[in-house]
């Protein structure tokens, strides 16, 4: 079975501040863990993929994920954070060992609050 | 590149009535679709999967139903709609590879009466 956790329901950055956006998973396997961003009303946008080598992946609009093992998380960073990355972020996994059509487990999102 | 889209973008619907939602992907063949739910703008709960022409398959009991009469057409159909469908529903798609990332359309805002 594979599980995906964020435990901030919100978390609030002045803009230029750090972001960090917490994400651990559990898996019988390997993990495949990805990152998305929704803003208001629309669809979900993929912003990066940890699929295996550099445990540090980049991906659009300057966010980044380390991804690391022992700990079990997938953690989302931006060094300086935009009123523009106010939106809902979800973390999600799925086990190598999954069918090949690709059931994703997403967590629950957090809200992610810049500003000004 | 590819695109996918979904309509109607929002719908207003009376209890009891019957519902067809269709969502698109152009520039791929024998995509993985998936229809979603999103409740109060937050968990998404994974509704229906497809991957190839006719073959569905339903992750929660509901009254709602999938079909996928073609290769890169994929329908979300209710014959009598409850108040509890009300919700976001996305649509995504991805390759048939473990590591492929799916893609998710727009959206269609349901608001059942």
């Known amino acids: 079975a594979q599980s995906v956790a964020q435990p901030e329901d919100q978390v609030n950055v002045a803009e230029g501040n750090p972001l960090t956006v917490k994400c651990t998973y559990s898996?019988?396997?390997?993990?495949?863990l990805f990152w998305y961003v929704q803003y208001p009303n629309r669809g979900l946008q993929f912003l990066l993929k940890?699929?295996?080598?550099?445990?540090l992946v980049k991906g659009s609009y300057g966010f980044e994920a380390e991804f690391n093992k022992s700990q079990t998380s997938f953690h989302l960073k931006k060094p300086s954070a935009l009123v523009s990355d106010s939106a809902l972020y979800f973390c999600?996994?799925?086990?190598?060992?999954?069918?090949?059509?690709?059931?994703?487990?997403f967590g629950a999102g957090t809200q992610v609050v810049v500003t000004p | 590149s590819q695109t996918i889209h979904q309509w109607p973008a929002t719908l207003v619907q009376p209890v009891g009535s019957p519902l067809s939602l269709e969502c698109t992907v152009e520039?791929?063949?024998?995509?993985?679709l998936y229809w979603y739910r999103q409740a109060a703008g937050r968990g998404l709960q994974l509704l229906f999967y497809?991957?190839?022409?006719?073959?569905i398959s339903s992750e929660v009991p509901q009254n709602l139903s999938a079909s996928r009469p073609q290769d890169r057409q994929f329908i979300l159909s209710s014959k009598k709609l409850l108040l509890s469908d009300s919700g976001f529903y996305l649509c995504?798609?991805?390759?048939?590879?473990?590591?492929?990332?799916?893609?998710f359309g727009p959206g269609t805002r349901l608001t059942v009466l």
């Open positions: 940890y699929i295996t080598g550099d445990n």
């Open positions: 497809s991957v190839g022409i006719g073959q």
């Open positions: 520039g791929t063949s024998n995509p993985n």
């Open positions: 995504a798609w991805s390759a048939s590879s473990r590591t492929d990332t799916q893609y």
């Open positions: 999600a996994v799925r086990d190598q060992a999954t069918d090949s059509w690709g059931k994703f487990q």
């Open positions: 898996v019988s396997g390997n993990p495949y």
